[in-house]
């Protein structure tokens, strides 16, 4: 997506590896959930994996990269800004959880456009007419089904971020099918605005791309 980086994504990549490492490993470990490796001697090395769904990264600091561990390619690079961005932007806060739409997240009213257009529309596009399709995407990626409205499954995303997809079908009188995606009600101590709408595009994208395994 154009226009959300302050600088180019790359830039931001950069700017946020040289963030990470003035972090404290433990401390992350304990506020993000995330585990903290470190080697010395000739095999000096420190990493984070980070889970993402059903996927497992790795986070190296040395060569500055986000890897995905059993592929062994590297990230997209929204993934990982958002992954980087959740290790050096959380502050570990909590609050009750519940769920709250996008609009609700603070600063998000910029983005609203770029949440329809690269969130809901795709989502619906792809699973507005194949309800039953959606179901088994989210299950093949670890969602846990909710009595919410609509077909609503739940996800940890990362550690300590949850989203939940809902998703209503076109009925016989007509209507057009809706869709949403929300964020658990801490989500705001570990990600912007800005790093949520990517998040929630990654989220749908991984959807599309496990339906067409189907």
Known sequence: MKGIYSKSIEEEISTTFDNLSKCEGEELTKR??????KGSGKKSYRRFVVNVLNKTYSVELESREVMDLISGKPAPKELALVILRYLTHSTGGRASENWIP??????????LDLFRKNVIRPF??????NPEKYE?????IGGKKEKLGGISYSFYFLPRVQLLTQLWRS???????AANVSFNSSVRYYLNARDLLLAAKIMVESLENEAKKI
């Open 32 to 37: 993000c959930g995330v585990v903290f490796l």
């Open 102 to 111: 996008y609009e609700k997240i603070p600063d998000s009213r910029k983005y």
């Open 171 to 177: 009925r016989e009188d007509f209507s057009q099918p």
């Open 136 to 140: 088994l995407a989210c299950k093949r």
């Open 124 to 129: 619906i596009r792809t699973f507005g007419n």
